[in-house]
């Protein structure tokens, strides 16, 4: 038996659209850290966080429609503060963008050499101003 795709067993969202959808039901920030290759569902998971932080040359892509399917893991609902013309075409054409054009259009928050130190010491400062 496979996946039921059209149970909406996580509120709005199905099994497989949680992944990144679950971000946004989380009660504290969720801060995204990412390198390298981001991909695909790849985006919509990074997309679901509150801050997004990626390394300079990290490379993007909405590949989605390359395959003939739409991105249907949250997609535009995720992609809020996004130019919706840049998002529109990036989806749609499926083409590589650079992170200093994720940037721009509003994709990822800041770019940082170490991703991942970044968001661990953005976390612990945001945590130092909620003493409970």
């Known amino acids: 038996a496979g996946l039921d795709l059209t149970a909406r067993s996580h509120g709005p969202a199905n099994r497989v659209q949680q992944v990144a959808w ?18 695909g569902g790849a985006t ?3 997309a679901g966080a509150d801050i997004r932080l ?25 992609w809020r503060g996004v130019r ?9 054409t499926a083409r590589e963008f650079d992170a200093a054009e994720a940037q721009a259009a509003g994709f990822v ?15 612990a400062r945001i945590a130092e101003r909620s003493p409970s």
Do not use: N
Not at 22 to 39: D, E, K
Not at 109 to 123: G, K, N, Q
């Open 54 to 78: 990626a390394q300079p040359a990290t490379r993007f892509a909405i590949r989605e429609v390359h395959w003939g399917i739409v991105p249907d893991m949250g997609g535009f609902a995720l």
């Open 109 to 123: 928050t800041r770019l940082v050499e170490d991703p991942r130190a970044e968001a661990l010491m953005l976390a």
């Open 22 to 39: 679950g971000w946004r039901t989380l009660p504290v920030p969720v801060i995204a850290a990412v390198h390298g290759v981001v991909f």
């Open 84 to 92: 919706e013309d840049v998002l529109r075409e990036w989806v749609y």
């Open 44 to 46: 919509q998971i990074m």
